[in-house]
């Protein structure tokens, strides 16, 4: 369970209250107009940003001071983050040891990872040579290996056509519901949200508001909301 207590945060005009829970492994939705602070809302997550005030606990343990690389967190953004100079298993095999000196179990875990997303046989191409959507199945192998319970996705699929995305969302549900990982998924995609989470946090007017049911609040959205969905 992650939960944001009293969190504030100020960055230059721009300000954000977020008193929220999270159960654990809920698949929830991040909502909000451009500029609205849902960047920010997983950077705090994340620990790229700290609050002014406020405290972030997972499962009942204050992580607020703790840094990024040993938070129970994993993040996949929208640019894949892959290394352009290492192979298709050295980007995956990154999540595991970033040195990437991997043992031979380490390395049938790399290549299972790739199984698993439908990758086998790609170990030694580099990620230039694959497609948008081959790329983002790395990034997701990698992020299959980190294990972490907590994945934070920022717009991650936003550039790939809609068939393929929405099949990398049944993806990332699916491992997800396997490991039993909690998902934060910040979408402008309405259809996005209702197909992946049933609940959504809706950051509208400097607060980030505790989780709603997906449909109700997408049938009925607040005024800023309606705008900025068309
Ligand atoms: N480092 C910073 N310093 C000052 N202001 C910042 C900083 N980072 C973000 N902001 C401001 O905070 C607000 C929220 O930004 P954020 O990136 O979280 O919005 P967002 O909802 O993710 O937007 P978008 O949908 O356009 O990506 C914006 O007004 C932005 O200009």
Redesign the pocket.
């Known amino acids: 369970m992650l939960e944001l207590r009293d969190i504030t945060v100020t960055?230059?005009?721009?300000s954000?209250r977020a008193e929220l829970t999270v159960p654990a492994a809920a698949h929830m939705a991040v909502i909000?107009?451009?500029?609205?602070?849902?960047?920010?809302?997983?950077?705090l997550i994340g620990g790229f940003?700290a609050p002014d005030n406020g405290r972030i606990l997972w499962d009942g343990q204050d992580i607020t001071a703790i840094p990024p690389g040993q938070r129970p967190v994993s993040f996949l953004f929208q640019d894949q983050n892959l290394f352009p100079h290492l192979s298709v298993a050295q980007n995956v095999g990154l999540g595991l040891r970033p040195d990437l000196r991997l043992s031979r179990d380490q390395q049938a875990q790399v290549t299972h990872a790739l199984a698993e997303v439908g990758l086998s046989g790609m170990e030694r191409r580099s990620p230039a040579s694959l497609s948008g959507g081959q790329q983002s199945r790395v990034a997701l192998a990698r992020i299959l290996l980190r294990a972490r319970p907590l994945l934070l996705l920022?717009?991650p699929f936003a550039a790939l056509g809609p068939a393929l995305k929405s099949e990398m969302l049944q993806l990332v549900a699916r491992i997800a519901g396997e490991t039993r990982a909690t998902v934060l998924m910040?979408t402008?995609d309405p259809r996005d949200a209702r197909s992946f989470a049933p609940r959504t946090i809706l950051?509208e007017d400097g607060i980030a508001h505790a989780p709603v049911p997906t449909g109700p609040l997408l049938d009925d959205p607040p005024p800023g909301l309606r705008t900025y969905l068309g």
Do not use: N
């Not at 960055?11 to 721009?14: A, P, Q, R, S, T």
């Not at 909000?32 to 950077?43: D, F």
């Open positions: 960055l230059d005009d721009f954000l909000g107009a451009s500029g609205s602070g849902k960047s920010t809302l997983l950077s940003l920022d717009e910040v402008h950051i």
